[in-house]
């Protein structure tokens, strides 16, 4: 299977932000300053899709008939993975929302943490990495740094303290079209005939990517919570797009469900951006949460081809790992 040549990792190296031998201290957690850190890992983020994800669509296009509007619609969206990671450029116009998950150990300060990643934010944005996306929702004016004109609501950081001794950022930069044809669905459906089972669940999925034909730039990879209320569903769903699409669910049946699912979901023959074909999927992420007993809900983030996602790793006196 041909797929697309990315520069090598001494080539992303050589434009790093960080300093060469950069270490992270992590032995005073008072001072931690993750500004270049995170300033990295949105340069790299932005310009290079993750590797399963190029595999996942250099399969789809072996996947479609020679010379097919798929075929060559999928070959054009590698050709730009190419470009955008040789130039250090943006994969799509559309940098989208900002979204991390910073995972730190006891002793590190929050509030400042935050200050650092939006400060990066600011500066990739300067150096247009980042498109100015976060305008006022009313006026849409745009105060052209991809603050919150309000509050702190964007970029979007969720924290967790943790018992490891490192520090670990995960980044998203969720695409507005393809936020645009995500669902929530309460079940049971009576126009879906849907109930609350798996079935259920299966009916909600196919009907969010028979919607999101032609809109979400396909073939796009799924998000699905199961359960919880109206916004840990839709935060659960969203954080399953940060899996890879190699590995598999630890959960046997989910397993079993999602890689079903995506072979049912490609024979629907919508295609890469809605021009028909098999690929129309790359993945599905589901898992079950909890659920208050009068509801059922099925949350549904839709990801686009084009899924910037990586993760960064501090380990004290170490480079930086960004995977
Ligand atoms: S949905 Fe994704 S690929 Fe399409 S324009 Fe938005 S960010 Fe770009």
């Known amino acids: 299977m041909t797929e697309c040549s990315l520069t090598s990792l001494e080539a992303v190296e050589a434009h790093s932000v960080l300093p060469k031998d950069w270490r992270v201290d992590l032995g005073d957690l008072s001072s931690l300053d993750l500004t270049l850190s995170a300033l990295e890992l949105i340069r790299r983020a932005t310009s290079r899709l993750p590797q399963d994800v190029i595999t996942a669509l250099a399969r789809g296009r072996a996947s479609e008939a020679e010379g097919s509007r798929a075929a060559n619609t999928l070959g054009t969206m590698l050709e730009n993975v190419e470009l955008a990671d040789r130039h250090v450029a943006p994969l799509c116009q ?8 910073v995972r730190h ?8 943490l935050k200050q650092q990643v939006r400060q990066a934010v600011v500066e990739a944005t300067n150096r247009s990495w980042l498109r100015p996306n976060c305008v006022a929702a009313l006026s849409g004016k745009n105060p052209g740094n991809n603050l919150d004109p309000f509050k702190e609501g964007h970029p979007v950081i969720h924290f967790e303290e943790w018992e490891r001794p490192e520090v670990e950022i995960d980044i998203m930069l969720k695409g507005g079209g393809c936020e645009n044809v995500g ?23 196919i009907d969010a990517v028979v919607k999101a034909q032609g809109q979400g730039c396909a073939p796009g990879i799924l998000g699905v919570a199961i359960g919880g209320d109206r916004v840990t569903g839709y935060e659960k769903s969203k954080e399953l797009l940060m899996r890879r699409l190699d590995v598999a669910n630890p959960d046997p049946r989910m397993d079993e469900f999602e890689k079903a699912l995506v072979a049912d979901l490609n024979t629907l023959g919508i295609g890469p951006m809605g021009y028909s074909g098999h690929t129309t999927v790359l993945g599905v992420s589901v898992e079950e949460m909890f659920r208050h007993p009068a509801s059922f809900y099925v949350s549904i983030s839709y990801m686009c081809w084009s899924s910037r996602r990586m993760t960064l790793r501090l380990q004290n006196a170490s480079p930086a790992i960004f995977e």
Request: with cysteine; charged share 25%.
């Open 183 to 205: 669902g929530q669905y309460r079940l049971p459906d009576v126009t879906l005939g849907a109930g609350r089972d798996l079935k259920g669940v299966r009916k909600c999925i």
């Open 105 to 112: 150990p006891f002793g590190a300060s929050q509030r400042a």
């Open 94 to 101: 559309d940098t989208g929302t900002v979204i991390f998950w």
